[in-house]
């Protein structure tokens, strides 16, 4: 059983060709940032979004093969299956339409009703289905059997009989499932049990809440869900008793001969089973849905914050600031390094101000740094007053440090790796200015889920989470490549076609052998094979190597080309590097052939005019509002700088330079309406603000960028 490419083709809006050119590829072990790298000629250009979403539906779709496959299986044991029904399970691909199919040969646990069809009374709920005229006493008793043995009794079994019929039957399910999803109402209710009945409540707002369901927000939705799962909340789907009768009457009910009898199971059917099980099955559909618009949300996040700015060939005094128990300062060598560290205590209780200046400046001057990076925490606005009151010899900037995350990673099993013989706030502190120094190579070592850029990220399925995360680094990692030499274990695992093992076993040989003076020598390391370098060479880079192109994303399946190329046009390969003129001068179109197309020799072009380039922006420093210390200061109608430091499906968090983070709620991002955020803002973004709305009780602070 293939896929259906077709209906893959019309989900992505690419070609049955390019949809089979990419199976293909990932068939044969090709990672999707290496094909969107490097297979453009195969692929027809397919960008790295839409190789994502491509995989998706193809993982979609295996999913729904497997399912046909084991649904076949069974009814195939079965000798009551019609043509019609095996027919649809092997030609549809519409998962909910193949699950009605199958219902009533599911294999099930004893019911009321299976008892009753046991005992015989099936023959009577048929004639009581399709005859004209009422059934008779005399009909009812002539099903007579011990267990039922009078007319209540054959009639409550033959009831549950069509309980179960009316509440398997296909027509039925269609019909009030397209009616629910048109015009049924989620209504939610404060729980008579609600463990926190007395206190301050944040899921007031969905007391006594009702939306209609086609319009309910992803962030609503898991919001409540939340409530429910926490005792808060009672959550239901209401439509119409009167409505859901009809439909189900319109499908089942063929004669007035027994109507009264049928009309009561009816009713049964809709309020036993028909909407309890339709509930569920659209609640896990609006979980589903909320769980991939949340995780979209935070993989964009993810993203923004991965591709931060690195402050390259900068020595760092770092700063995890803290009240009573102080203020932990780390010294970092250019590349992270920890050359040496102290506590200071400033702040209340000790306010030992005079010697904490001296400790900054010494430790400045001793190991010669040339910048602060000061974690963003507890005591984060007293310790940068406290720095911009010291007269440094030399300018030396503070950069604010988002530290969501240092605790995590500075109580791992990696830090511990690491940092053996230091406790936990040195590690922490020395996570906040590697943070600074290379971002990107920091973060990889702390769960995604720490990092405070998510929005419901405990209450998604987990799994997928996890799956888009990891795909969300392995994306930029690739996309921004990695030092061979440099890179640490956990930044090499991310790397296409690499691994975990592999990546330790890469760490092994760069220890023994002091480094790689080429891409080849990757060929040397134990268990990387031909496909692992393929899949893996062009986003690994050497500085100072063999090879000026083993320093670039030029891939080493381009090296005979270029070699090639520049015998026949009488250059080095040097002078290509770089070199607008020397590049325009070759005649491309005379080498775009066989294994390199258009689009393998547009990106060797671009490549060799910016070799390695870091595609990450340059960083930029932001001083907040000094006249802004806490919620207290905070006034409506002030303008200030900010931070983005999380977006979500309503709006954007931004940090003031205080405790609370200010909220700009999606109606106040533009002047014009918009559907998603990430149109106007994204995570690390500097923003100017205007405060609109200030709760000091809940800690609230409104801010606009309307009129700013």
């Keep these: 059983m293939s896929l259906p490419f077709q209906l893959i083709a019309e989900n992505t809006g690419f070609s049955q060709k390019q949809l089979r050119d990419v199976y293909a590829l990932f068939n044969d072990g090709a990672t999707l940032p290496f094909v969107a790298r490097y297979r453009k000629d195969r692929t027809g250009g397919i960008d790295e979004v839409g190789l994502e979403k491509i995989s998706d539906q193809f993982a979609l779709f295996e999913k ?30 519409n998962l909910t339409e193949i699950e009605d199919v199958y219902l009533p040969y599911k294999e099930q646990k004893k019911t009321k009703a299976s008892l009753a069809i046991d005992a015989g009374l099936g023959g009577l709920a048929k004639q009581i289905l399709t005859q004209v005229n009422p059934v008779s006493k005399s009909q009812l008793l002539a099903y007579k059997t011990d267990n039922y043995d009078t007319i209540e009794r054959i009639s409550l079994g033959v009831k549950e009989i069509l309980i179960k019929w009316i509440a398997e039957r296909k027509n039925v399910r269609f019909q009030l499932r397209e009616k629910i999803w048109n015009q049924g109402m989620l209504v939610c209710n404060e729980k008579k049990s609600n463990p926190f009945k007395d206190q301050p409540n944040k899921y007031i707002d969905y007391y006594n809440f009702s939306e209609p369901l086609k319009k309910i927000k992803s962030h609503r939705f898991l919001a409540i869900n939340r409530g429910v799962n926490e005792g808060v909340l009672a959550s239901a789907i209401d439509l119409d008793k009167s409505t859901a009768i ?82 932990k300062l780390v010294c970092l060598s250019e590349s992270g390094e920890l050359l040496g560290n102290a506590t200071i205590y400033p702040h209340p209780p000790k306010n030992d101000v005079k010697s904490a200046k001296k400790k900054i400046v010494g430790l400045i001057d001793q190991y010669k740094l040339d910048g602060i990076a000061l974690g963003n925490g507890t005591a984060s606005r007293e310790t940068e007053r ?84 990891v795909k969300v680094v392995s994306s930029v990692v690739n996309y ?40 080849e020598e990757l060929l040397r390391v134990s268990g990387l094979g031909k496909v692992s370098f393929e899949q893996s060479a062009g986003f690994l880079r050497i500085k100072n190597g063999d ?162």
Aim: net charge positive; aromatic share 6%; hydrophobic share 40%.
């Design 386 to 469: 406290l720095i911009k009151g010291i007269r440094f010899n030399r300018k030396i900037n503070v950069y604010i440090v988002n530290e969501a995350g240092a605790s995590v990673y500075s109580a791992s099993s990696i830090a511990r790796k690491e940092f053996p013989s230091y406790d936990v706030t040195v590690r922490g502190a020395v996570s906040i200015g590697r943070r600074l120094i290379d971002p990107l190579s920091e973060l990889v070592k702390i769960d995604p889920k720490s990092i405070g850029v998510g929005q419901y990220q405990h209450d998604v399925d987990q799994n997928l989470l996890e799956d888009k995360l």
């Design 64 to 93: 729904i093969k497997l399912r046909k496959q084991t649904i076949l299986e069974q009814l195939n044991k079965k000798d009551n299956v019609s043509k019609n029904c095996i027919g649809i399970v092997k030609s549809s691909w």
């Design 480 to 519: 921004v490549g990695v030092d061979l030499n440099t890179a640490s274990e956990y930044l090499l695992t991310y790397v296409s076609g690499i691994g975990p093992k592999l990546a330790k076993k890469i760490i092994d040989y760069r220890t023994l052998n002091g480094g790689f003076s080429s891409r």
């Design 547 to 708: 090879n000026v192109l083993d320093d670039s994303g030029v891939h080493p399946e381009f090296y005979d080309l270029l070699s090639e190329i520049c015998n026949k046009e009488k250059i080095v390969i040097d002078e290509l590097i770089g070199n607008s003129e020397k590049v325009e001068s070759v005649q491309w179109s005379n080498y775009s052939s066989g294994d390199f197309q258009d689009e393998a020799i547009a990106d060797l072009k671009r490549e060799l005019l910016k070799p390695g380039a870091d595609p990450r922006k340059v960083i930029y420093q932001l001083e907040f509002d000094s006249s802004i210390k806490s919620i207290n200061d905070v006034k409506v109608g002030q303008i200030f700088p900010g931070i983005i430091n999380n977006v979500t499906n309503f709006g954007a968090f931004v940090d003031i330079g205080i405790k609370e983070n200010g909220l700009i709620h999606i109606s106040h991002l533009a002047n014009q309406y918009i559907d998603d955020p990430t149109e106007i803002v994204q995570v690390h973004q500097h923003v100017r603000v205007k405060v609109i709305s200030i709760d000091v009780e809940r800690k609230r602070i409104g801010l606009s960028l309307k009129d700013v």
């Design 246 to 327: 009809n439909i189900i009457k319109s499908v089942i009910v063929d004669n007035q001969g027994s109507l009264d009898f049928i009309c009561s199971a009816v009713e049964m059917a809709w309020s036993k089973s028909l909407k309890p099980s339709l509930q569920k099955e659209v609640f896990k559909k609006l979980k589903l849905s909320s769980d991939l618009k949340a995780i979209g949300v935070f993989s964009d996040n993810l993203r923004q914050l991965l591709l931060m700015p690195p402050l390259k060939q900068k020595r760092l005094l770092a700063i995890d600031p803290g009240f009573k128990s102080g203020c």
